[in-house]
């Protein structure tokens, strides 16, 4: 099968290499997911009993449940896209501390956001148990959704946490990882003399210093070895 060329461009571009990472692609879906349980909230969350005109939360009138959900689903909806801007311009971040600390927040919000959606389901699916059936004219359909995208977020956020654990393990600095240059002392230190390299010439610098076996003293250099004499009897 023939592909275009302008295509097989599209799929090569960066654009398109930058959201097929596993990271990105998590992101995405779970902004979707946050989008669709608070916007099925918002449209179809509140409904009038069939007996009164009062508009009441679909789970068993507990506002509370729908608030919960609404609130909890544009917040992720937001940290979502806030990261994903983040991620783009990664390449642009040249302080290590600071890309460390957005590894570490994401992090943190991720488990939390894993956290709080399993609270989320729970109490959202306890409510939706003990509503009455046929209680609402409308509007079961979008508690069903709320409650399946709430589930389906958790190993969404779950695995979100582990890619940033991930990062922030790979990016971590070296403790003591300090060169001697910046002291302004360099170590030369020189290997034995070979057959293709007999003689070992020292580095010389403004700050350098050399440590060779030619500037040790030939006292250091060769240990003199006590001489016993013997005495003639008399």
């Known amino acids: 099968m023939h592909i275009p060329e302008s295509l097989q461009n599209l799929a090569n571009s960066e654009a398109v290499r930058f959201l097929r990472r596993p990271k990105m692609v998590t992101r995405i879906c779970a902004g979707v ?3 669709i349980i608070f916007s099925s909230l918002l ?6 009993k069939t007996d009164s005109s009062q508009l009441h939360c679909v789970f068993n009138s507990n506002g509370v449940a729908c608030s919960f959900a609404v609130a909890a689903g544009l917040l992720a909806l937001l ?4 990261f994903l801007a983040l991620d783009a311009h990664e390449g642009r971040i040249a302080s290590s501390h600071f890309k460390m600390a957005i590894q570490l927040l994401d992090f943190i919000l991720a488990v939390l956001w894993a956290g709080i959606w399993s609270l989320g389901f729970c109490f959202m699916a306890n409510e939706w148990r003990h509503s009455p059936p046929k209680h609402f004219l409308v509007g079961s359909s979008s508690a069903k959704a709320s409650i399946a995208f709430a589930f389906f977020s958790i190993p969404i956020w779950a695995f979100q946490a582990y890619l940033a654990l991930k990062d922030l393990r790979s990016d971590a600095p070296v403790p003591y990882k300090r060169s001697l240059d910046e002291g302004g002392v360099v170590l030369t230190i020189h290997s034995p003399p070979s057959a293709t390299n007999p003689i070992n010439t020292p580095t010389i610098g403004p700050n350098s210093m050399s440590y060779a076996s030619s ?3 030939p006292y250091l250099a060769s240990a003199k070895v006590p001489r016993f004499a013997m005495m003639p009897d008399n």
């Open 43 to 48: 449209t179809d969350g509140y409904q009038n």
């Open 79 to 82: 940290s979502s896209l806030t």
């Open 33 to 35: 997911f946050s989008l």
């Open 215 to 217: 500037a040790l003293s």
